[in-house]
């Protein structure tokens, strides 16, 4: 992460800083967020910003996709937390790289939903919803869960197709703005994240 270049906003301007100074001597969960736009992201951010994990410094947010105008809007939607922008998609090509991600570097900007655990700039810890065989990955979450439910009503939104139901940049029906469906379908790793509090019990 050596030249990744991240945006903060500051007294109201964008600033350029080296992400590996932000990073120095912390501990800290970094959260993607993707279609900022959505109520179903406030209510993401809004368990995030509420959200307390024993030997985390910080959860801080970050998008990779629309750089020059996320940050006056989670100036807005999530005031309490500090984010940061992805200039020009270095951080998540660094990430694409080291996770081996086949999808164009576009494409993960826009629906990578990851939340990665970093301790003095090293990657600690990573966690992530599925970029590909998202069905396949969805219906062994259900059945592990016993979310019966779960498979019932999201089957009108499965019926558009896997790459639709799952790679729009925007949700259009209302009860996938809902935790109950839309949070289940698209963050079921990331809220809650309980392989992340049961790592940091054992260590």
């Given at each position: 992460?050596?030249?990744?270049?991240?945006?903060?906003?500051?007294?109201?301007?964008?600033?350029?800083?080296?992400?590996?100074?932000?990073?120095?001597?912390?501990?800290v969960?970094?959260?993607?967020?993707?279609?900022?736009n959505?109520?179903?992201?406030?209510?993401?951010?809004?368990?995030?910003?509420?959200?307390?994990?024993?030997?985390?410094?910080?959860?801080?947010?970050?998008?990779?996709?629309?750089?020059?105008?996320?940050?006056p809007?989670?100036?807005?939607?999530?005031?309490?937390?500090?984010?940061?922008?992805?200039?020009?998609?270095?951080?998540?090509?660094?990430?694409?790289?080291?996770?081996?991600?086949?999808?164009?570097?576009?494409?993960?900007?826009?629906?990578?939903?990851?939340?990665?655990?970093?301790?003095?700039?090293?990657?600690?810890?990573?966690?992530?919803?599925?970029?590909?065989?998202?069905?396949?990955?969805?219906?062994?979450?259900?059945?592990?869960?016993?979310?019966?439910?779960?498979?019932?009503?999201?089957?009108?939104?499965?019926?558009?197709?896997?790459?639709v139901?799952?790679?729009?940049?925007?949700?259009?029906?209302?009860?996938?703005?809902?935790?109950?469906?839309?949070?289940?379908?698209?963050?079921y790793?990331?809220?809650?994240?309980?392989?992340?509090?049961?790592?940091?019990?054992?260590?």
């Amino acid at each position: 992460m050596e030249d990744v270049l991240v945006n903060i906003y500051e007294n109201s301007c964008l600033k350029k800083i080296q992400i590996k100074d932000l990073l120095r001597n912390k501990r800290v969960l970094i959260c993607s967020v993707c279609r900022i736009n959505d109520s179903l992201t406030d209510k993401y951010l809004a368990y995030l910003a509420q959200k307390k994990y024993d030997g985390v410094d910080a959860i801080w947010i970050l998008d990779s996709y629309d750089d020059a105008f996320s940050l006056p809007i989670f100036q807005i939607t999530a005031p309490t937390m500090f984010a940061i922008s992805d200039v020009n998609r270095k951080f998540i090509s660094y990430l694409k790289d080291k996770f081996n991600k086949t999808q164009s570097t576009e494409d993960l900007a826009r629906l990578w939903s990851y939340q990665v655990l970093i301790n003095n700039g090293e990657i600690e810890a990573f966690y992530e919803q599925p970029t590909e065989d998202y069905l396949k990955h969805l219906f062994k979450y259900a059945y592990d869960n016993d979310n019966y439910e779960l498979l019932r009503i999201m089957r009108p939104m499965i019926t558009l197709g896997e790459k639709v139901a799952f790679e729009r940049s925007t949700l259009t029906w209302r009860v996938e703005q809902t935790e109950k469906l839309g949070g289940k379908m698209y963050y079921y790793n990331l809220w809650p994240n309980t392989k992340l509090e049961q790592y940091l019990r054992t260590i």
